[in-house]
């Protein structure tokens, strides 16, 4: 017994990890609510043995394969509106789909390519997405921060890409809610399809990467993060203004988590004042706004807040002020044409440190000399750029990539700029909708602010930093005529049958004076049309089978070769087939 003791305290000692969920529902200046999941797996030594107990094993595998020091990938249905919802959860995501890999201890580009392709492939099998495009159209090697910001390393390489046109489902999410450890009860089981996608916004998404506890980090452990956000399409009505689980996701919260060391609410309203069917675990003040916070592993029912007092309408808060907006200009042709990237930013204490990055693909062929960043603040311009990145486009191989960084003053505008000519494309490489057209990927705006306060949790190692997405922008491309080839072929078949078919006329018949009595076909003319008839027969066989006229050459040869060789077996004497060597003499 005393044995079995020792063993299972040794055992509780090494478990490290820890899992932790958490659900913010905050009400937007709209009205609307916004919930964000958030499941977080930490502790989990950088080694990843099989005392990791709550790290899924898939991610495991793929940051040992691929020598992984971060990876994120997010899918978005929507726009996130700075406008008129303020600032957003973050990390936040586009639309569509990216994917971030910084891989570790790559001897050469090539190299890094190679693992990047076959990551993108298993991610694509994983999550049920169709990313395949991705490598090499959509990938830079610039454009988003490493998360893991103490975890220092001489020798990273970044591969990011970004598909607008990928779409969220079900089979999507499936394999995301796979990776917790509790996917049967607690805040998991909120995560209801049918109102998920029945919504203004949404987005689900997770990151991987190395943390460290102090600066030296000697024992780097890894940390996952699950994030989910929907934004509700609710009118502030007599039945909307209180909160509950079943009311807003159609399904009440099942259970609990035995082995999350924590699992709280936190909810947010500063436009109507809330009566709770429950006394708050703690109440947190984020700036001039309260945040009441519920434990949800000591208390019970699914019913959190009723309204009582609706304030008046000049209270609201008003958005952050910080946007980014994309819009496509007309050029001096159909071919060209002109992308603008806005960027607004409001009332501030300080200029902030800003970056801007873009991934435009090749088909949008970018006019260097034309690039330019202008930024504008009460009405004069100031210098404003910092560094500045460019990395051209290669047809077929790599799109071209653009990274600003910048100086964001307040009450200031900036506007990135450029000309672009579209390209021409090969029949094969258009989308099934040929002119429906082709999407560039939204680009991207990340804002540090050391003042900036967020109802969300964060995490407290690395700054505050806010990420903005642009819209994506649907470009349209010089489509060719599809039924050429078609009218080629026909055009073709004509002439080939016109040509035939007095060929075909003077070797089957002939001509003969009426009267005249027809003579026996000779030998030889018997043999010309049998080989005519082998030759149509042959003609015939081969469009019936798509065989190329290489391939049929390559047939013909053969069966010669065949034909000769035993043509000359046949007229070897038996004699010289026969012959005995003085060796088989002997032993006669």
């Not at 079900?170 to 919504?199: I, Q």
Request: proline content about 8%.
């Amino acid at each position: 017994m005393l044995p079995l003791l020792i063993l299972l305290s040794h055992c509780l000692l090494i478990r490290a990890d820890e899992f932790t969920e958490e659900l913010t529902i905050s009400r937007l200046p709209t009205g609307n609510l916004a919930a964000r999941f958030q499941f977080v797996i930490s502790d989990v030594p950088k080694e990843l043995g099989p005392h990791s107990y709550l790290f899924p094993p898939i991610m495991a595998e793929l940051a040992h394969k691929y020598s992984l020091s971060e990876l994120s990938l997010t899918l978005g249905q929507g726009n996130w509106l700075p406008s008129k919802w303020g600032l957003p959860p973050q990390p936040i995501a586009p639309q569509g789909a990216t994917i971030g890999a910084w891989f570790d201890g790559a001897k050469n580009e090539s190299e890094v390519d190679h693992r990047w392709h076959h990551l993108v492939n298993a991610l694509n099998g994983l999550f049920c997405t169709s990313l395949s495009e991705m490598y090499p159209v959509f990938t830079s090697s610039i454009g988003e921060k490493p998360r893991g910001i103490h975890w220092m390393s001489e020798n990273r390489t970044l591969r990011y890409g970004a598909m607008a046109e990928e779409t969220v489902c079900t089979e999507n999410l499936t394999p995301w809610r796979k990776l917790m450890p509790c996917k049967k009860s607690g805040l998991v089981t909120l995560l209801n399809p049918l109102r998920l996608y029945d919504s203004l916004f949404h987005s689900i998404g997770f990151n991987l990467f190395l943390e460290c506890d102090n600066t030296k980090c000697a024992n780097p452990t890894w940390k996952l993060t699950l994030d989910a956000i929907v934004v509700f399409d609710v009118k502030p009505t007599d039945r909307s203004l209180g909160f509950s689980f079943e009311l807003f996701f159609g399904r009440p919260m099942i259970g609990k988590c035995g082995i999350a060391t924590k699992s709280a609410l936190l909810y947010n309203d500063d436009y109507y004042t809330p009566s709770f069917e429950r006394i708050p675990t703690e109440t947190r003040t984020v700036g001039d706004r309260t945040v009441y916070v519920f434990d949800l592993k000591s208390t019970n029912g699914n019913e959190i807040s009723r309204y009582s007092v609706q304030r008046s309408i000049d209270t609201r808060l008003t958005p952050q002020s910080i946007e980014l907006d994309a819009s496509m200009l007309g050029g001096e042709s159909s071919l060209s044409g002109v992308l603008e990237y806005s960027i607004y930013s409001g009332l501030g204490p300080s200029p902030l440190s800003a970056s801007f990055s873009l991934v435009v693909p090749w088909f949008a062929q970018i006019q260097y000399a034309s690039l330019k960043m202008r930024c504008v603040a009460k009405r004069e311009e100031y210098p404003s750029v910092l560094s500045r990145s460019f990395i051209p486009s290669i047809s077929r191989k790599r799109p071209a990539s653009i990274l600003y960084e910048f100086e964001l003053r307040p009450e200031s505008k900036c506007v990135v700029s450029f000309k672009f000519t579209r390209a021409f494309m090969k029949m094969s490489e258009y989308p099934s909708d040929a002119n429906h057209g082709k999407y560039i990927p939204p680009a991207v705006v990340r804002v540090v602010d050391p003042s900036y306060q967020s109802i969300y949790s964060r995490d407290e190692k690395s700054p505050p930093s806010i990420s903005l997405f642009s819209s994506p922008l649907l470009l349209t491309l010089p489509v060719p005529d599809f039924s050429m080839p078609f009218n080629v072929e026909a055009f073709v078949c004509v002439v080939i049958s016109l040509c035939f078919s007095p060929i075909l006329e003077l070797s089957c018949y002939i001509m003969l004076p009426v009267g005249t009595v027809m003579p026996l076909p000779s030998k030889t003319r018997k043999f010309f049309r049998f080989l005519l008839y082998i030759i149509t027969g042959l003609c015939i066989y081969a469009e019936m089978n798509q065989i190329s006229p290489a391939q049929l050459m390559r047939y013909g040869r053969a069966a010669v070769n065949t034909v000769i060789n035993a043509t000359v077996q046949s007229v070897t004497p038996v004699s010289s087939r026969f012959q005995i060597t003085a060796e088989e003499k002997e032993e006669l």
